[in-house]
């Protein structure tokens, strides 16, 4: 039997070759394949390598509650004496405003800052010794906030959970912002009203 005009020895007209694309774009998907998915699409390999594992540790439930022992620190701090001393100038007697009750406050601060660092180590050592898949690094807590967040964000994505601590971290940062705020503006207040009779320097 003949060959039909035009056509080669080798091309089977029951099986015809793959149409290909324009020359400079991706080869067509062959059956059974996924269409590419274009060059403005990015996607996690490591997203959902860790299903359904337990991502709870007590390092972290221990870090969504520390700024509130921050809050303590306030309770030795007497701030309308501390405004007080820094604002006013009597010649030949100055008063110096750290006082005990401030060095306290700051003493408190500084020793929850070192907690946060601590227990996100804890909690990253943790998460790797449950098996979850590069977890958020644990250096990110030199900037406070930023480790508990990123640390849900990462665990959702290996686990698909993982995500109360954060919401209790943000509930948590909310009332120590408040309570904090409050404080300050009533010592505020307290101090103003003592201005008028405040000595000042001639």
Do not use: C
């Not at 998907?29 to 860790?50: I, V």
């Not at 405003?97 to 700051?106: D, E, I, K, Q, S």
């Not at 449950?130 to 690094?137: A, Q």
């Not at 686990?159 to 120590?176: E, H, K, N, Q, S």
């Amino acid at each position: 039997m003949s060959d039909a005009p035009g056509q080669q020895p080798w091309q089977n007209p029951q099986h015809p070759q793959q149409p290909q694309p324009p020359q400079g774009q991706q080869p067509y998907p062959q059956h059974g394949q996924q269409p590419y998915p274009g060059p403005g699409a990015r996607q996690d390999p490591l997203k959902d390598t860790n299903p359904g594992a337990s991502t709870s540790t007590p390092f972290v439930w221990v870090l969504v509650v520390l700024p509130l022992v921050q809050l303590v620190g306030l309770a030795f701090w007497d701030i309308p004496d501390y405004l007080e001393r820094a604002t006013t100038f009597t010649p030949g007697a100055y008063q110096s405003p750290f006082t005990p009750g401030y060095l306290a406050y700051m003493g408190v601060a500084l020793l929850v800052y070192a907690l946060m660092v601590v227990f996100s180590w804890l909690d990253h050592r943790a998460l790797v010794a449950k098996g979850i898949v590069k977890p958020f690094p644990w250096p990110w807590a030199f900037l406070t906030i930023v480790y508990v967040i990123g640390r849900s964000v990462v665990v959702k994505r290996r686990t698909g959970g993982g995500l109360a601590p954060l919401w209790l971290f943000i509930a948590v940062y909310l009332i120590t912002i408040v309570v904090a705020f409050s404080v300050f503006i009533s010592a505020f207040v307290e101090f103003a009203q003592t201005m008028p009779s405040l000595p000042t320097a001639p």
